[in-house]
């Protein structure tokens, strides 16, 4: 039997704070009696560990509250590559209760799961506060998939002791993947930042889902449930809402790759001294090599002719220092390592690098001071194509920038070489989260509603935390609403990037192309 829906119509959630919303869920899964979901967990009653083989799970005080594996529903599937995007896949999921020999099912066909590959159980343990929150285990489970064929569409199910997908149950939870292929041909990919959890947010997932991503990036600041984002054990933070995040997303990334990093708030000070080991539960991220304890939201991938980079950018922030010079340098270090290697590499004809804090902003946080100085010089030696920000919840693109000035002017509809003209940067920080504004005066400016060209009056965050002002030309592409990113990568003789913002609608707001030698 299916679970009912219990999910929160859309025209009441609006009206709720997210603490009524969980209260709600918790209600309603109460009084249903339904299977164990994520609702479960968000009421901070129930947290489990495995028992007998049977498949029967109990909570670790031997309370009569007894849930057996087979009523033990996964939730929350998110999908990530290995280090090749042609062989190797990580598929990541949540139980709201430990469970017995969790594993995949893979096969070519969807009534065929033939191969079954063991997952790894991480529990995630956050103390509580009293008067505030109870203490919260949570369970997020990983298995690793190696030896794929490239091109190649897999179906796979998540599963445990007494909870088997392939039985006839539960084959409606049954989803599909695809590898990258063996050699460059045409893909799409998107990108944001900023989602959250909300109407606008699963919005956003569901219009980018019709673009056909082969993968997706997420620029950080993925859930929100740390509410303040200054990296602290002051801050505001839930990790529940972590529950509803992951049960949104599960209609994207069970067959999208969700490549994320990480954004100022999701430095969780509860786990580790960086802040990251939640991000380390949550996700499996391809592995940098930099940095022995790992580093969740620092990585590089190939798919097709386009090398990408993710970065930490609190490692280098000059506006939210909890995290500045984590990393000692070495992040910088193995940055300009990757972008020589990429650069050199006979099939990448492009780089993507993606992070949270912007190089080039004019909304509420502005420019970081931090990113310019230690990473802005690797970008320009190793002559980056692209680069693709949040932080800030807007749409906003540059001109080509080279040497700190507008090295070309990049309309809409324009194409740029970025070895001749520069590079271009955008913030696409409207994946969901409230939005912000633009300095006062200053209009939004996009495709069908292009205003005039002006000067604009912002600041960059100095060392010392001061706003420091400037007047900058390079602001092109404006535009205060949800939206996303989708970009045609395409290779051959004339390879080139068709970059296209996407509002909500659907309505294009933004498009420019990126080539080499034109």
């Not at 249903?32 to 009421?43: H, I």
């Not at 001749?420 to 633009?438: C, E, H, M, N």
Request: with cysteine.
């Amino acid at each position: 039997m299916e679970t009912p829906d219990v999910g929160i119509p859309p025209q009441l959630a609006r009206r709720m704070s997210m603490a009524e919303q969980y209260e709600y869920l918790r209600t309603r899964l109460t009084r249903r009696r339904a299977l164990v979901t994520a609702g479960a967990v968000a009421s901070g009653l129930l947290t489990g560990c495995s028992t007998a083989s049977g498949g029967t799970v109990t909570s670790p005080a031997g309370s009569a509250s007894r849930v057996r594996g087979a009523a033990v529903r996964p939730f929350g599937r998110h999908l990530a590559f290995g280090a090749d995007p042609k062989t190797r896949m990580r598929i990541s999921w949540q139980v709201p209760f430990a469970v017995r020999r969790p594993f995949v099912r893979l096969g070519l066909r969807p009534d065929d799961l033939g191969r079954r590959v063991a997952a790894e159980v991480r529990n995630l343990h956050t103390p509580g506060v009293q008067g505030v929150r109870p203490a919260v285990e949570q369970y997020y489970v990983h298995a690793a998939l190696d030896g794929l064929r490239p091109g190649t569409t897999y179906y796979y199910g998540v599963g445990h002791d007494g909870w088997d997908p392939a039985s006839p149950a539960h084959r409606s939870t049954i989803a599909s993947f695809r590898t990258a292929p063996a050699s460059p041909e045409r893909f799409v990919f998107t990108a944001f930042g900023d989602q959250g959890v909300g109407t606008s947010a699963g919005t956003n997932d569901h219009v980018l889902l019709r673009q056909k991503p082969a993968f997706h990036l997420h620029a950080g600041d993925i859930c929100y449930a740390d509410v303040n984002g200054a990296g602290k054990k002051s801050d505001g933070y839930d990790p529940r809402f972590w529950d509803l995040f992951l049960k949104q997303t599960d209609t994207v990334a069970k067959s999208v790759p969700w490549m994320v990093t990480t954004g100022n708030h999701d430095m969780e000070a509860w786990y580790s001294p960086d802040g990251y080991g939640g991000q380390l539960a949550r996700f499996s991220l391809p592995d940098s090599g930099f940095d022995p304890h790992g580093a969740p939201g620092v990585y590089a991938f190939t798919y097709g002719n386009v090398g990408f980079v993710a970065l930490d950018a609190n490692d280098v922030s000059y506006e939210i220092p909890a995290n500045f010079g984590h990393s000692g340098g070495r992040q910088t270090k193995w940055l300009d390592r990757k972008l020589g290697e990429l650069r050199a590499a006979k099939d990448v004809d492009f780089v993507v690098v993606f992070f949270h804090h912007c190089a080039y902003s004019t909304s509420q946080h502005a420019s970081d001071g931090g990113v310019r100085k230690e990473w802005l010089p690797l970008f320009a030696k190793h002559r980056v194509d692209l680069v693709i920000n949040g932080h800030n919840h807007v749409y906003e693109r540059t001109d080509a920038i080279k040497g700190g000035e507008v090295g070309r002017s990049v309309p809409v509809g324009a194409s740029t070489d970025p070895v001749r003209d520069g590079i271009v940067y955008v913030t696409a920080g409207g994946g969901g989260r409230a939005l912000y504004s633009f300095p006062s005066g200053v209009k939004d400016s996009y495709e069908g509603h292009v205003t005039r060209h002006r000067e604009v009056k912002t600041f960059h965050w100095t060392k010392s935390r001061v706003q420091a002002a400037e007047t900058v030309e390079w602001s092109r592409v404006r535009y205060t609403g949800f939206s996303f990113l989708s970009v045609v990568a395409e290779a051959g003789t004339a390879p080139r990037l068709t970059v296209s913002a996407l509002a909500q609608s659907g309505e294009r707001i933004d498009h420019f192309e990126v080539r080499r030698g034109t």
